[in-house]
């Protein structure tokens, strides 16, 4: 396992950097990668790669349908309910990569086969989480402006913590415990969350649409697992199909940026370093890719949003040899280890023993 920055250094607010000079060289760091990334062909949109995938995704899902609907009131249907639940989360990264209009060139397209994806077939409100996400993209562990950050049922940074009290506060200080268990409950959160920001008028674009294409799904799908396997089964089929859908999720998205420097909100960073030094790419090979959506190249994803996610692996070398010049940090963790660092960094952080403002960024590497 590499991790790079493991344990940043604490340095203190960036002093202010007069017009030229440091700020001129940090904002031309990222033109001369994106020229050579541009030069190998990267950020062209690769649609035979997607339409492949799409094509299996259907096919896997016409055969979970056929198992759903032929075992009929048997224990076996468990197995189908995590097949499903993998199901959806493949999907979800299909749509993900549609949010960052990688698959087609014309931006509506993208936006609307990702729209009907997201919520007919993965039951998530796409104007919801565009909205989150994009500040995420903007802002990546930004305190104050990165919605991935704020306090659930866990908590990442010492100001959040600070504000929890009685029971709330006893079992934050267990928090790295239940990593694992409250993935299982992403899935629910996930939905919950969709459907509270749909049914809240003026929130999201689209919204009465979303909120009946989500309702066809989340109704619909309930109604047919019932149907097909008993209320009993089909209960706790659902029950299943929601935790494997969550944990599969959550085990893609945490290992990310959790752990990783966090920014002041005041602190100003270029563009380059605040992606690279707040993202960690997870090794493994395309077993782990397969799993991860292609999101273990979590850096290229967030230097280059609009990349075709196949193309990220042949980003990596050209983007870690550049940073590699620059002398910024690249880290790296296997999938395992990188767990490792997310349950240690929460529990941290749950004892309150962790600055939030712990970034090499900070001080020496600034822009306008």
């Not at 604490?10 to 202010?16: A, M, Q, V, Y």
């Not at 998205?253 to 752990?259: D, E, L, R």
């Not at 280890?337 to 900070?362: E, N």
Request: some cysteine; hydrophobic content about 50%.
């Amino acid at each position: 396992m590499t991790t790079v920055v493991s344990r940043p250094i604490r340095t203190t607010r960036p002093r202010r950097v007069a017009a030229g000079g440091a700020v001129a060289g940090h904002a031309s760091d990222y033109t001369e990668l994106t020229r050579r990334v541009k030069a190998a062909g990267l950020l062209e949109r690769r649609p035979g790669f997607y339409a492949i995938r799409v094509a299996l995704l259907a096919t896997a899902f016409a055969v979970a349908t056929v198992l759903l609907v032929t075992l009929g009131h048997t224990w076996w249907q468990l197995l189908v309910a995590g097949l499903f639940g993998l199901l959806f989360t493949q999907v979800g990264f299909l749509a993900h990569d549609g949010a960052h209009r990688q698959m087609f060139t014309s931006g509506k397209r993208n936006e609307w086969v990702s729209r009907v994806m997201a919520n007919l077939v993965v039951g998530l409100s796409y104007g919801w989480w565009m909205h989150k996400h994009s500040r995420h993209h903007a802002n990546p562990n930004t305190e104050g402006k990165d919605m991935d950050m704020d306090a659930n049922a866990l908590v990442f940074t010492p100001r959040d913590a600070a504000a929890r009290t009685g029971l709330a506060a006893v079992l934050m200080r267990k928090q790295g415990w239940f990593f694992f268990p409250v993935l299982t409950l992403t899935g629910l959160d996930l939905h919950v969350k969709s459907v509270r920001m749909l049914t809240a008028r003026g929130e999201v674009k689209h919204r009465v649409l979303e909120l009946a294409l989500i309702a066809v799904r989340l109704i619909g799908f309930a109604a047919l697992v019932i149907w097909a396997a008993g209320p009993v089964v089909g209960i706790a089929f659902l029950a299943v199909q929601v935790m494997v859908f969550g944990f599969t999720m959550g085990a893609a998205f945490a290992p990310n940026h959790k752990g990783m420097p966090l920014i002041d909100e005041s602190q100003r960073v270029d563009y380059l370093r605040r992606q690279v030094l707040t993202s960690r790419n997870i090794t493994g090979g395309w077993p782990v890719t397969l799993g991860m959506g292609g999101l273990n190249y979590q850096i290229e994803h967030h230097l280059f949003p609009s990349m075709p996610s196949i193309n990220l692996h042949r980003a990596r070398p050209i983007v870690k040899g550049y940073c590699a010049e620059l002398g910024v940090p690249y880290t790296e963790a296997t999938l395992p280890g990188s767990w490792a660092i997310v349950v240690r960094y929460i529990h941290r952080v749950g004892l309150g023993a962790a600055d939030p403002f712990d970034c090499p960024a900070a001080a020496a590497l600034r822009t306008a």
